[in-house]
């Protein structure tokens, strides 16, 4: 089981740029959140997705779009790249019916210059 | 609403010693409680939860934690600090389900461990 995968694992854009991360769910899982890390900070919940539609979102702007596919991977697109969406991005996954545990990726660390 | 509030930023210890890190939450409605580890460049890997049952709950690595409802606690210990325990840690909230934030982790702003020979 090769767990959740994120790509790419590093990424420098410049401002007003826009960017897509990836997101491969964990065998068996069927939602997907996405969070953003800033340095030194805890995880922010960007937004959820279930059966391919946006079920919950947070405190973050329209600049931040996602979407889930028919075999429950997921982008997240950042638009209008601003120096302070340099963060880790982290995906995790879990399966609805057993949500207590979420597994987490990596992460891809976005830089904007 | 959620919130979760951990105590120390940094914390130090000497190989060996007891290990405690603080976390004070804040939810409406009956929470279910985490604690992920974080190891520099690397994602969250989960140490333990608890969603009902036993409040003392164990976890990986010799890790375990107590919820306290009264005191709206879910602090973190371990016996013997290992070198390898080095990282960051963060405490986190999501409400049982039915909740409004269905699945959404309220994380805090974690504590950073150091371990000294």
């Known amino acids: 089981d090769a767990g959740v995968t994120q790509s790419p694992t590093h990424l420098i854009k410049t401002r007003g740029q826009q960017v897509t991360l990836r997101c491969s769910p964990k065998s068996g899982h069927d939602t997907v959140s996405w969070y953003q890390q800033a340095l030194g900070q805890g995880p922010q919940f960007i937004f959820q997705?279930?059966?391919?539609?946006?079920?919950q979102r947070g405190n973050f702007p329209d600049r931040f779009s996602g979407h889930q596919f028919p075999n429950y991977s997921s982008e997240l697109n950042v638009n209008a790249l601003l120096l302070g969406d340099s963060a880790l991005y982290l995906c995790a996954s879990w399966h609805r019916g057993e949500q207590e545990t979420q597994y987490f990726g990596p992460g891809t660390r976005l830089l904007v210059l | 609403a959620q919130s979760v509030t951990q105590l120390g930023s940094h914390v130090s210890v000497s190989e060996g010693a007891l290990v405690l890190l603080r976390c004070n939450y804040s939810?409406?409605?009956?929470?279910?409680l985490f604690w992920y580890v974080q190891y520099p460049n690397q994602g969250l890997q989960l140490l333990l939860k608890?969603?009902?049952?036993?409040?003392l709950v164990k976890g990986i690595n010799g890790f375990e934690a107590e919820f306290k409802k009264s005191e709206t606690s879910f602090h973190l210990t371990k016996p013997s600090a290992h070198m390898s325990d080095a990282a960051e840690y963060f405490c986190?909230?999501?409400?049982?389900?039915?909740?409004?934030?269905?699945?959404?982790?309220?994380f805090g702003q974690g504590t950073i461990l150091t371990v000294h020979p």
């Open positions: 608890y969603t009902t049952g036993a409040t």
């Open positions: 997705y279930y059966e391919e539609e946006e079920r």
């Open positions: 939810s409406s409605v009956p929470p279910y």
């Open positions: 986190a909230v999501r409400t049982a389900v039915g909740g409004t934030s269905y699945g959404k982790l309220t």
